[in-house]
């Protein structure tokens, strides 16, 4: 069940910052933010959203020992016809991207993330810990809004996972 509400895009970053602060120390990490000017207001569930973001900034910051994390977010507008209206089913969307300096991902191991109960590599999972559920329950999570999370990344030079969510999240766009 979803708990839609209209809240400013900023202030849920700002309040993700001071969350994963001590999630960054261990590690000795940095956190970046960089934050498009167009990005203002969003209508969807904040809870689930902060829960999908703080999942990703905690694996950036498990799997990056003294490097840098970075989360961008920007708007995609919505598709306009020639005469400049929205198309019909194709809303704007809030797009956030956290990207990493870790020890990074081949694209096997990407698909398996998605998949519960899986890691992207089994020796990972006894150094760095988990059950291989964070990323399953983000995409679930997402798709539950009509967006989705993609991943990608390379071996020794990190990884970047993107979620899109709609700028302003209608029951029709919500996976059932």
């Known amino acids: 069940m979803l708990h839609l509400e ?3 895009i900023r202030n849920l ?6 969350t994963s602060r001590p999630l960054l120390t261990p590690n000795r990490n940095t956190l970046h933010v960089q934050i498009a000017d167009t990005v203002t207001l969003m209508y969807a569930d904040r ?3 902060q829960q999908i973001l703080l999942n990703l900034i905690n694996n950036a910051a498990k799997f990056t020992e003294q490097g840098t994390i970075t989360l961008r977010v920007w708007m995609e507008p919505a598709v306009t016809d020639a005469t400049g209206h929205d198309v019909q089913d194709d809303p704007a969307f809030v797009v956030f991207q956290v990207c990493d300096t870790g020890i990074g991902l081949d694209p096997e191991q990407v698909e398996r993330l998605f998949v519960a109960f899986q890691q992207g590599d089994a020796a990972h999972t006894h150094q760095y810990g988990g059950a291989g559920l964070g990323l399953a329950l983000s995409r679930r999570l997402c798709r539950l809004m009509g967006g989705d999370i993609t991943g990608m990344g ?6 970047t996972f993107t979620v899109r969510i709609p700028a302003h999240v209608t029951s029709s ?3 059932q």
């Not at 390379?154 to 990884?159: D, I, K, L, M």
Request: glycine share 10%.
């Open 13 to 18: 970053i700002e309040e993700l910052v001071t």
């Open 173 to 175: 766009q919500v996976e």
């Open 154 to 159: 390379e071996p020794g030079r990190g990884a």
């Open 47 to 49: 809870t689930r959203l």
């Open 6 to 8: 209209t809240f400013p």
